[in-house]
């Protein structure tokens, strides 16, 4: 039973990936300059130039591998880590990025805090008051401020850059764990210098690219836990994810993930009681630190602000009501429904809970009666969001690159310009060889029928994303978060097709 439910879910993600495949093979998402919203086009690939750029990827991985490039041990690992540094600086001091959108808002609530003015917490019209969620946020936000300073916004993008590095080194260790084989780590490491679509985000002060090394170090703790039984390394993976969900709740599907592959580990494992206990104390831990946190957060904010208890917000049910819409933008992405169902509802969140329900009724009796219309807004909700290969990064360096009157020519060159055409095809090029090599690894996993659990954990949170993703609030950005978790399964696939190509030319 834990074999076929292994199997189903790589089937599935399969299935995903090479509809991924196909549409970025046949066409190509974008964004407008200088348009405020998140709103993806679809617009016509240029197939022959495509496969003649995926073609020119390979020969040069092929090229790397007949040299003994991918057998150095630290090499490609270290090439990845000084590019991705690189790239990330010259992205902050040539935009000089400051909060926009959320961010920006965030950031105001984070220094009204800092001088006293708890109002978005305290009046109903407030931000936090309809989304008390970001609590966690806002509390890092002030803790930055008192460590670093009010508007040191260097300082967090510095921390971001942190964290990005952090999780790329990490998917570098992850594929160790996964495959044993150091080719296969070094094409991963030589493959993450595509990653723009994550290296972008550095210039977007939010929860995030923060929140992503905290989560890797909890995926990377528990693969360790599994292989060494180690309860350290479990108790280290529930601090870490607690704190991964205290900067974005998004996190508790890795969280999910987490608990789904300890309960399978615990089936399989000849442990006994010792096992049982381990495993029991580290689900507790995650459990406590995350609502452990959360109450801290919750306490603190109730205290200074003299409230008796956090208000409850905006429901969770109003983001699937508007992840299920269509809308004059982008089908199931945001449209403000659940900003303002909860203002038509007086500020009740059981109001807004049985309004939003009545419209997901609604929704759900449109999509029975027209089956094919449902099935054509899913699989373009899908799409719009996992075959989106800049995953809006370039539309976000746009939003904030505007605030500045007289912006420098490397910002220019690299949001509006030439450099952002160059930046583009590099992250079309790289979502049709990645899925390419994802492909290849999952077709692989089927035919041989077995899948270790290192690797399920991954491909369970990656599945978890695209079906909780499908129903919430719909974005790209969101994508993102799991995009970057394909890399090792991509690598993994490319070693497979560079040695087949050597076998042929060999014959």
């Not at 509809?19 to 046949?26: A, E, K, P, R, Y």
């Not at 969620?133 to 509390?139: D, S």
């Not at 450099?419 to 492909?439: D, H």
Request: charged letters at 15%; one cysteine or more.
């Amino acid at each position: 039973m834990k074999r076929a439910f292994n199997l189903i879910i790589v089937f599935c993600l399969l299935v995903a990936a090479f509809l991924v495949f196909g549409t970025s093979i046949l066409t190509t998402i974008y964004y407008d300059y200088g348009c405020d919203n998140d709103w993806p086009h679809y617009g016509r690939e240029n197939i022959l130039l495509l496969l003649l750029l995926c073609a020119g990827v390979v020969f040069v991985l092929m090229v790397l591998k007949t040299n003994g490039v991918f057998k150095r041990e630290k090499g490609p690992l270290m090439f990845e880590l000084a590019f991705c540094t690189a790239y990330c600086l010259m992205l902050i001091l040539a935009i000089r990025p400051l909060p926009v959108n959320d961010s920006k808002t965030l950031d105001d609530i984070i220094n009204s805090f800092m001088s006293g003015d708890y109002s978005s917490l305290t009046s109903k019209e407030g931000y936090l008051y309809i989304w008390p969620f970001q609590l966690g946020y806002v509390a890092f936000g002030q803790l930055m401020c008192t460590v670093f300073g009010i508007g040191n916004y260097i300082a967090w993008d510095l921390i971001q850059l942190l964290s990005i590095l952090i999780t790329v080194y990490l998917l570098y260790q992850m594929t160790w764990e996964f495959f044993g084989d150091r080719e296969i780590c070094s094409i991963m490491a030589v493959l993450s210098a595509g990653m723009l679509f994550f290296y972008n985000y550095v210039t977007y002060i939010y929860g995030d690219i923060l929140s992503m090394a905290p989560q890797t170090i909890a995926l990377f703790l528990e693969i360790l836990y599994m292989k060494k039984k180690d309860i350290g390394y479990g108790i280290g993976a529930g601090v870490a994810i607690a704190f991964a969900i205290m900067l974005k709740t998004n996190c508790e599907i890795a969280l999910i993930a987490l608990v789904v592959i300890l309960v399978m580990n615990l089936i399989s494992s000849s442990g006994g009681k010792n096992s049982l206990l381990k495993a029991v104390l580290i689900l507790l831990i995650m459990f406590g630190l995350t609502f452990g946190i959360k109450n801290v957060v919750n306490s603190y904010y109730c205290s200074v602000t003299g409230l008796d208890a956090i208000p409850t917000g905006s429901p969770a049910v109003s983001h699937i009501a508007m992840g299920m819409q269509e809308s004059e933008l982008e089908d199931g992405w945001y449209n403000g429904y659940n900003y303002h169902v909860f203002a038509e509802n007086g500020y009740d969140t059981e109001a807004t809970k049985a309004a939003a329900i009545e419209n997901i009724k609604e929704t759900l009796s449109v999509f029975a009666d027209r089956p094919l219309h449902a099935g054509r807004f899913f699989v373009r909700k899908f799409l719009t969001q996992w075959a989106d290969s800049v995953c809006i990064s370039t539309h976000n360096l746009d939003l904030v690159n505007r605030h500045h009157d007289n912006p420098t020519w490397l910002a220019g060159f690299l949001v509006s310009g030439f450099g952002s055409t160059i930046m583009q095809w590099v992250m079309n090029v790289y979502m049709t060889i990645c899925y390419l090599g994802v492909v290849i690894y999952l077709i692989s996993v089927l035919k041989k029928k077995s899948v270790s659990e290192p690797e399920m954990l991954v491909l369970i949170l990656i599945f978890g994303g695209i079906v909780f993703h499908e129903f919430w609030e719909g974005s790209s950005r969101y994508a993102m978060r799991y995009y970057v978790y394909w890399i090792p399964f991509a690598a993994f696939g490319l070693k497979k097709l560079l040695d087949y190509i050597g076998e042929k030319f060999e014959k």
